[in-house]
T-cell receptor, first 109, second 113 residues
Framework: AQRVTQPEKLLSVFKGAPVELKCNYS??????LFWYVQYSRQRLQLLLR??SRESIKGFTADLNKGETSFHLKKPFAQEEDSAMYYC???????????FGGGTRLMVKP | KAGVTQTPRYLIKTRGQQVTLSCSPI?????VSWYQQTPGQGLQFLFE???????NKGNFPGRFSGRQFSNSRSEMNVSTLELGDSALYLC????????????FGPGTRLTVL
């Protein structure tokens, strides 16, 4: 069975501080990992996926297969980063996403 | 292109009733997936349809069913509603293959009284 764990339900930081949202997964095969974000009153949207290896809105995430982690990082948080962040895993059996419980990021001025 | 649309946006039903939710994918997208979001269980996969065939199914009882039409629009049906079915139901579409990104709709908020 596959599982995604986001240990922090809430993460509160000050503007300009570094941010790291943790994500750990369990899956026996080669998964594809994603970060989705949901801003207030907006729909869930893709932030980044590990195979793209790109930086979106200053966020990066590296897949660490040894530690089975896919933590989301940003060096300097902005107030507009305040949102709900979900880590998700897709296996190679189809278009099914397994989501973590989500972390609410609050960036204080 | 217009995004994924879901109708209705809000719905109130009573226990024992049945409900049908609708999802219109982005034009050209052939895969439609459904998810249930609740405060207690989070986001859980219900099922995925591709070219009118159910390709994957999550761990939900048989009261939850779905279908996809030839124009890729999809419906999901929940029969004999229970209080625990109250949730936000999200639909997501993707172009074709399993490596494509999924784009989510705004959801249908179902309340069961």
């Amino acid at each position: 069975a596959q599982r995604v764990t986001q240990p922090e339900k809430l993460l509160s930081v000050f503007k300009g501080a570094p941010v790291e949202l943790k994500c750990n997964y369990s899956y026996s095969g080669s998964p594809e990992l994603f970060w989705y974000v949901q801003y207030s009153r907006q729909r869930l949207q893709l932030l980044l996926r590990h195979i793209s290896r790109e930086s979106i809105k200053g966020f990066t995430a590296d897949l660490n297969k040894g530690e089975t982690s896919f933590h989301l990082k940003k060096p300097f948080a902005q107030e507009e980063d305040s949102a709900m962040y979900y880590c998700a895993l897709r296996n190679n059996a189809g278009n099914m996403l397994t989501f973590g419980g989500g972390t609410r990021l609050m960036v204080k001025p | 292109k217009a995004g994924v649309t879901q109708t209705p946006r809000y719905l109130i039903k009573t226990r024992g009733q049945q409900v049908t939710l609708s999802c219109s994918p982005i034009s050209g997208h052939r895969s439609v997936s459904w998810y249930q979001q609740t405060p207690g269980q989070g986001l859980q996969f219900l099922f995925e349809y591709f070219s009118e065939t159910q390709r994957n199914k999550g761990n939900f009882p048989g009261r939850f069913s779905g279908r996809q039409f030839s124009n890729s629009r999809s419906e999901m049906n929940v029969s004999t509603l229970e209080l625990g079915d109250s949730a936000l139901y999200l639909c997501a579409s993707s172009p074709r293959t399993i490596t494509d990104t999924q784009y989510f709709g705004p959801g249908t908020r179902l309340t069961v009284l």
